[in-house]
């Protein structure tokens, strides 16, 4: 065993970081003692560079910190991956043991009050200007970090702060819980197949299981989505769907249909979690210095204050407001000619859209699917890539961890920038869903150049026999908005961690290269290019192309009309001088509806009761963003629409589109503003015009 070879063979792989993962050597026994190892390492890092003779600079600070938590987050992020793209036994344990540790290091180094006081110390010195923009940036980004986790507050300030942080938690926990059992505490039981009609089969199916499992006979319909929606948008029946909808849209709220015992709706009511948590958001933003949580939230975000994101809301209503009256007046007409529903109501919108929109652009998705096989959809993604930014991809050879992962090399003039792994099929031990991850980002350290690896993971369903994996549209859309992210991470020219990569890109503008990417899926050249028919070689038709395309903008104006609606009331109610109440909460939702909705839902509606993204998930005063990096995103892609129909001929112009998205926006990063980055590329602020064509809301001419 002291032969050289068999000693490295043995070696813990997640030590060795930040490399090219070692797959085949990794086991699950490996993570506890990796870890006692890298923490070790990253806390005698931190008292290093916290020492009191330890001079406040990048090199004797930041770097080698970053050097020992890049280490420990490279091996954590192995073990992440791992275990979302191969779960086993031992793995989720050794993850599920190791996670509160990696959690309690991550939360210790962010209140760190002496590595806050270097942090500041480099920000105070005079060496601070000479240094690189991107440098100034992490320092930057790490100040307001610390700021906003309250490093600032001295005494009882503080241990408020504290206890603030901690009940909040333990409020948009109670928040969800609270959401889950009210949706739980509802079902619907019948015996007669008769009022499900209209189900499709395998809803009927799940509804006879359901009560076969519950041990009741017939049928059970509950508030889960599966159960849920299908009924909304099929059962014929007005009177069922009624039912359904009023038990759904007053969850958690003392008007609920369910419990029936009124003490026990009252536990899961969400109206006073709701009034605490607001009380708690304003008081944290007073402590802090703000006037209100809305401008805490913008802090790190792109948006720059709570009356921009609502002009912005407010300008977008009213250009998508005529569209929305249309479509609502396209389904009353449709639903009293073709439905017998003479006056629509909530509980029949669903099922009048549903039938209106298999009457005019029907198509199935199964049809669809024959003509994207992911072997010519990669290519066809590869040459959009290369031709737009002048780079080459090109297959590659590392360790992987599965069978069915290919490697990847980008290069530019012959050079590698940059690898990724593409994992695209699911199988059992796989998570469901799609996403990029990093294995490791772009740093410079003196002469070495650490290029950007990337993940890329879908769930595609598996090749069959001779057949290669045929993806829907939807997943070609998926993973052209997947490798919208990689190039961001792997395209980058950013020397520093921290905001090399998509690192420390604003929360609202990190969508844009991702949503970016999914506009060439809805291209017809770039369609017709990547389609080929599995069995006849043909490309998609074109004409079930504009029926897809007539679809994909179906009632957009409505749904962006809904979407202003929660982003609106998420923002009113985060900047309210007073706190509000359940009553107060109530009226600003009802003056929003208002102000922009076509549809009103009936009194009893308490939809707030149920909004987990801002009660129960990260999006507090931060629901715009969907919409925000929606008009970025299409915007940044008008660019390129422009230039190909530019008079001095498309390819020059595309060629030097290209480099200029690949300049400002991709390379650049987290080392400047994301709004500096737009311009820079675009010339101009972000306009919401072509957010509005591409939907389809255009006056015909
Ligand atoms: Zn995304």
């Known amino acids: 065993m002291n032969d050289k070879t068999a000693s490295s063979d043995t070696a813990n792989p997640l030590l060795e970081g930040p490399g090219l993962p070692r797959f085949t050597a990794f086991s699950p026994d490996q993570v506890s003692p990796a870890l006692d190892s890298l923490l070790a390492d990253a806390r005698s890092a931190l008292e290093q560079v916290t020492a009191a003779d330890t001079p406040a600079t990048w090199e004797t600070v930041v770097d080698p910190l970053d050097t020992a938590t890049e280490r420990l987050g490279w091996a954590w992020g192995l073990v992440g991956h791992l275990n979302a793209v191969d779960d086993n036994k031992p793995l989720r344990e050794a993850y599920n043991a190791n996670l509160p540790r990696m959690t309690q290091f991550w939360t210790e180094l962010g209140q760190n009050q002496a590595l806050f006081e270097k942090y500041r110390a480099i920000r105070a010195s005079s060496g601070f200007d000479a240094l690189p923009a991107s440098r100034r940036q992490v320092i930057e980004h790490a100040l307001r970090d610390f700021r906003l986790g309250g490093a600032e507050l001295e005494g009882p300030g503080r241990t408020r702060f504290g206890e603030i942080q901690e009940r909040a938690a333990a409020l948009a926990q109670k928040f969800s819980e609270n959401v889950l059992d009210a949706t739980n505490a509802f079902e619907f039981l019948t015996e007669d197949a008769a009022r499900l009609d209209g189900l499709p089969p395998d809803a009927l199916e799940a509804a006879a299981a359901d009560a076969a499992t519950a041990g009741k006979p017939g049928y059970r319909l509950t508030l889960q989505m599966p159960s849920y929606l299908p009924v909304m948008q099929y059962a014929t029946d007005r009177k069922l769907r009624s039912r359904l909808y009023h038990a759904y849209g007053t969850r958690a709220s003392l008007d609920a249909l369910a419990p029936e015992d009124a003490e026990a709706r009252a536990a899961l009511d969400n109206a006073p979690v709701i009034d605490e948590l607001l009380r708690l958001r304003d008081e944290e933003a007073k402590l802090l210095g703000y006037q209100n949580f809305g401008e805490v939230s913008l802090v790190p975000k792109m948006a720059d204050s709570p009356a921009q994101v609502m002009a912005f809301l407010h300008d977008l209503a009213v250009k998508a407001r005529p569209f929305a009256e249309r479509d609502v007046a396209e389904m009353r007409q449709f639903a009293a000619d073709e439905l017998g529903i003479r006056d629509m109501q909530s509980w029949d919108t669903a099922f009048v859209s549903e039938k209106l929109k298999e009457a005019r652009y029907a198509f199935s998705s199964q049809t669809v699917k024959?003509?994207?096989?992911?072997?010519?959809?990669?290519?066809?993604?590869?040459?959009?890539?290369?031709?737009?930014?002048?780079?080459?991809?090109?297959?590659d050879t590392a360790e992987c961890w599965h069978p069915e992962v290919r490697f990847f090399r980008i290069e530019r003039d012959g050079r590698a920038i940059g690898h990724f792994f593409v994992d695209p099929c699911s199988r059992a031990s796989k998570r469901p869903g799609a996403w990029m991850d990093s294995v490791r980002s772009r740093r410079v350290l003196g002469k070495t150049v650490q290029t950007p690896v990337a993940y890329l993971v879908c769930n595609?369903?598996?090749?069959?026999?001779?057949?290669?994996?045929?993806l829907t549209h939807d997943d070609v859309t998926t993973l052209f908005h997947e490798f919208g992210h990689g190039i961001h991470h792997l395209l980058t020219r950013v020397d520093d961690l921290g905001v090399s990569g998509i690192g420390g890109v604003e929360w609202d503008a990190v969508e844009l290269p991702s949503q970016f990417m999914e506009n060439f899926c809805w291209e017809w050249d770039n369609v017709r290019e990547m389609s080929a028919h599995v069995d006849t070689g043909e490309p998609l038709p074109r004409e079930l192309f504009d029926r897809m395309l007539a679809a994909k903008n179906f009632q957009a104006g409505l749904q962006t009309l809904r979407q202003i609606e929660f982003a609106l009331f998420d923002m009113r109610i985060h900047v309210a001088p007073e706190p509000l109440g359940a009553d107060g909460v109530q009226r600003i939702l009802d003056q929003v509806r208002d102000e922009v909705a076509v549809l009103r839902p009936p009194a009893y509606n308490r939809f707030q009761n149920s909004f987990s993204h801002i009660f129960g998930g990260g999006y507090a005063a931060g629901y715009y963003s969907y919409k925000w990096a929606e008009v970025l995103s299409a915007d940044a892609y008008a660019a390129f629409e422009e230039a190909a129909s530019a008079p001095e001929g498309a390819d020059a112009a595309l060629a030097a589109t290209g480099q200029r998205f690949l300049d400002e926006i991709l390379?650049?990063?987290?080392?400047?503003?994301?709004?500096?980055?737009?311009?820079?590329?675009?010339?101009?602020?972000?306009?919401?015009?072509?957010?509005?064509?591409?939907?389809?809301?255009?006056?015909?001419?």
Do not use: W
């Not at 040459?383 to 090109?394: D, H, Q, T």
């Not at 595609?460 to 045929?470: C, I, M, N, T, Y």
């Open 460 to 470: 595609f369903s598996a090749p069959v026999g001779k057949r290669p994996s045929l």
């Open 667 to 701: 390379s650049v990063g987290g080392s400047r503003p994301a709004i500096d980055s737009f311009r820079a590329f675009r010339g101009r602020d972000p306009e919401l015009d072509a957010l509005l064509r591409h939907n389809g809301m255009v006056e015909a001419s």
């Open 370 to 395: 024959q003509y994207f096989q992911l072997p010519r959809v990669l290519d066809g993604l590869f040459g959009l890539v290369e031709r737009l930014f002048g780079v080459k991809v090109a297959a």
